[in-house]
Structure formats: C-alpha cells, structure tokens
C-alpha cells in the first residue's frame, strides 16, 4: 500500500533519482581502523598464548578463550572490511597509476587476516600488520601526506605508520 501511494506521488511530483558512489561522504578514510584491529588480534593472540601456558583452564579460563578467539575473529572481520571499503570506494585511476601493487596488496591481506583468523599465531598477525602498515602508507602518500612509523602506545606496542598531519594546511 505504502509503495502504491509512493508511486502516485512520484507520477505526479517526479522526483529525481540520486545515487552515491561511496558508503561514507567522500574523501572521509583512514586507514586508522584496520591497523587498530589489527593490533587488537595481535594483542589477543598475546592473550591467547598467555591462557595456553597452563596445564588445565578452570571454566573461567576456558570461558575467556572463547571471548577471546571471538573478538580475534570478529577484528580479522572488521580489518577486511575497512580495507576493502578503502579499496573499493577510494582508490581510483590516478592513485592505481601511482601504486599499481594496490591490488596485489588488499588481496595479500584479505588472505593474511584469513591465516590470522584461523590460527592463534603472533607471527602471522605480525605479518598482517607489514602489509596492513604497507596499505595505509600508500593510502597516505596517494594523498600527499608524510608517513612515519612509531610502536602503539599501548600493547602490543608494534610499529605502525601513522600520517604526519601537523604538515597539513
């Protein structure tokens, strides 16, 4: 009912049709989120190898390996998402030009944050993060701002390429 009404208003009053071609209001990424969750799976993975020291988990323990294992899960989710939203809807011709390893890098970490899903191992979250790091450098080059990188102030305090935005007018 409420479609036909919609309808009859629209034959009379057309309106026009609009679309976006982003998810979010343009020029709004960072790359800020999928390094974030990556550096939480590392530190859960810290969290996991912590509990497996132990011969036997009270039901505590046990309980707090599931959240854990969780929440490494759900951040491999949310790092792919942020990265592919940024590859998707921000990289266009130009910045492909410029870095045209764009492709063959979101591949490598969409198949690295699966590795890192799957098993409770730092060195592979490591590895995500170097190509994670990778992206978000290019991401911010292709915008004419400076990188460096510095270890998270918090555990587990690995090094990340943060953007120098004191350089920006």
Request: charged share 25%; aromatic share 8%.
């Amino acid at each position: 009912m409420l479609f036909s009404l919609l309808k009859k208003i629209d034959r009379r009053a057309a309106v026009k049709t609009v679309s976006a071609h982003c998810d979010i209001p343009c020029k709004i990424y960072d790359p800020i989120s999928a390094q974030l969750a990556v550096l939480t799976m590392i530190r859960l993975v810290d969290l996991l190898d912590e509990l497996t020291l132990k011969d036997k988990l009270t039901i505590k323990e046990q309980a707090q390996f599931v959240r854990l294992v969780s929440e490494k899960e759900e951040h491999g989710l949310k790092l792919k998402r942020e990265i592919t939203i940024i590859w998707g809807d921000y990289f266009k011709q130009p910045q492909l030009d410029q870095f045209p390893e764009i492709h063959q890098l979101t591949h490598q970490i969409m198949l690295a944050a699966s590795a890192a899903k799957q098993h409770v191992d730092r060195e592979l979250t490591l590895e995500l993060l170097v190509k994670v790091n990778r992206f978000a450098e290019i991401f911010w080059t292709t915008k004419g701002v400076e990188t460096y990188q510095a270890n998270s102030p918090y555990p587990p305090m690995a090094a990340v390429t943060y953007p120098v935005l004191n350089k920006i007018c």
